[in-house]
């Protein structure tokens, strides 16, 4: 029997790794790619009904989640320019000298950002906001104030998770995207769990939760984020990323439509409390469009596919594809929604909805369900528009959605027996006028376009 020298054995080659950066070539490629996105959306989307469940087990529960609903929304005020800038990134990061430029243009408005809302909270300001705007009572505004304190370094923090994530999203590895929003979640779960155990006030523990869930995940991504600049190209930049100025100037348009949106849904409610029974109709517009939201929160991400995987026809008619299969998979889930029983086991039994609001949810349901499809290609084109450079464009289509939505919801206001009814005809306004805005304004200068990320380099 002849030894062996284990030495002189070379050793087993490592399997290469795949090419996540590769062209899409069929709908496993897409499904791969896409559903981290997906299950972090709805993730995303479940963060605050959990925050919510662990106040109201507090003391105090309702003028706790009263404080807690405030300060989130004047944080949420502060913070919607800066959710833009995953998208910028995924448009503009093409090597380690574009990044440290976006990285620093992020920084540049979440610091400013996060500072205006500290000094909000010490400003007088805040009293008239809290006590005037709001109504709030002494008990509830000073827990609000401590809570939006809280909140105070989240624009900082979203913008750099923003960036790091934005470079997963366009070299391929979307799976740690997943894995970062896991781990906020578990965060999230572990503060909510020991500040009920340790009794602490509701809106301070829902802003603690928020705080600590997304400086673990961006402190995640952005410590993975390191490998995978080694995969971008050091290929000729982007005019758009030449100077500090230049990147402003195509990420402020983009990052003002996100606000200009954020509107909408105050403006909607501001019509139905106009109405003549405002009550059952927010009530009933707020049922329908938390599930709507939650089912098509998972087609959001269609943006970031138009940016980052339409970079052939061949790769452009894959995404297409794919979107189209997945938006009419959610638009036949809330098609079964809309009818008994599945109607009554969701509105009535899961959240909970009263006889009246249950009734009218039911009529109104089927309405809502061309909304995955409205929102999986109104993403979509808007990520064609920031590919190309045409992020003014972007502002231009919000604005549009908005105002015809506002325009028709104070015309037909006192239209219709059942007051919801105009706050459903609002959102289908503000998704269609937009998507026809949009549409429109990708058929202008066909000869003109050229991706705002096109180098030498590019294929």
């Known amino acids: 029997m002849t030894s062996v020298d284990l030495e002189t054995i070379p050793p087993r080659p490592r399997k290469a790794e795949r090419d996540r950066s590769a062209p899409m070539r069929n709908m496993g490629d897409a499904w791969s790619y896409y559903l981290p996105l997906a299950l972090t959306m709805l993730m995303m989307s479940g963060s605050t009904p959990f925050v919510n469940s662990g106040i109201s087990r507090l003391e105090n529960p309702v003028s706790q989640l009263a404080a807690f609903a405030v300060a989130f929304t004047i944080s949420i005020f502060f913070s919607s320019l800066t959710f833009g800038f995953e998208t910028t990134a995924v448009a503009l990061i093409r090597g380690r000298n574009s990044f440290k430029k ?46 939006l304190l809280l909140f105070s370094p989240l624009p900082l923090l979203i913008s ?77 930049e982007s005019e758009h990323v030449r100077s500090l100025g230049r990147i402003f100037r195509f990420a402020l348009p983009f990052l003002m439509s996100i606000l200009v949106g954020t509107t909408s849904g105050l403006l909607i409610n501001l019509v139905l409390s106009r109405t003549q029974n405002p009550e059952p109709a927010l009530a009933t517009f707020s049922m329908l469009r938390s599930v709507t939201w939650f089912l098509s929160s998972v087609l959001m991400s269609s943006q970031t596919l138009a940016i980052a995987r339409t970079r052939s026809p061949e790769e452009t008619a894959v995404v297409i594809r794919f979107l189209a299969l997945i938006a009419l998979f959610f638009t036949f889930v809330f098609l079964a929604i809309s009818f008994e029983p599945l109607s009554s086991v969701v509105f009535g039994t899961l959240l909970g909805a009263t ?3 249950l009734d009218h949810c039911l009529i109104l349901a ?36 908005v105002t015809l939505m506002f325009a028709m919801g104070v015309w037909l206001a006192d239209a219709f027996t ?29 000869d003109t376009r050229k991706p705002a990320s096109e180098t030498t380099g590019e294929p």
């Not at 929003?181 to 769990?193: E, G, N, P, S, W």
């Not at 999986?376 to 920031?386: E, S």
Request: charged residues 15%; aromatic residues 12%.
């Open 160 to 236: 750099w998770r923003g960036v790091f994530r934005g470079v997963f999203s366009y070299t391929g590895h979307t799976s740690m995207v997943g894995y970062g929003t896991f781990l906020r979640l578990v965060t999230m779960a572990v503060t909510i769990i020991g500040g009920v155990w340790a009794d602490i006030p509701g809106a301070l523990l829902g802003a603690a939760a928020f705080l600590f869930s997304i400086i673990a995940e961006a402190a995640f991504v952005g410590l993975n984020v390191r490998a995978r600049l080694g995969d971008l190209r050091d290929v000729e």
């Open 418 to 446: 059942l007051p919801a009814t105009v706050g459903v005809l609002m959102w289908l306004v503000l998704n269609g006028a937009e998507l026809v805005t949009l549409v429109l304004l990708l058929r202008l200068r066909p």
């Open 102 to 147: 976006v990285w620093l243009a992020a920084t540049i408005t979440g610091g400013t950002l996060g500072l205006i809302e500290l000094l909000f909270v010490f400003s007088p300001l805040q009293y008239l906001v809290f006590h005037d705007l709001f109504n709030l009572s002494p008990e509830s505004a000073e827990s609000a104030r401590w809570a």
């Open 366 to 401: 089927i309405w809502f369900v061309p909304t995955p499809l409205l929102v999986a290609f109104r993403m979509y084109f808007r990520g064609l528009l920031v590919r190309e450079g045409r992020t003014t464009s972007t502002l231009a289509s919000s604005i549009s959605g």
């Open 355 to 357: 006889d009246e609001v």
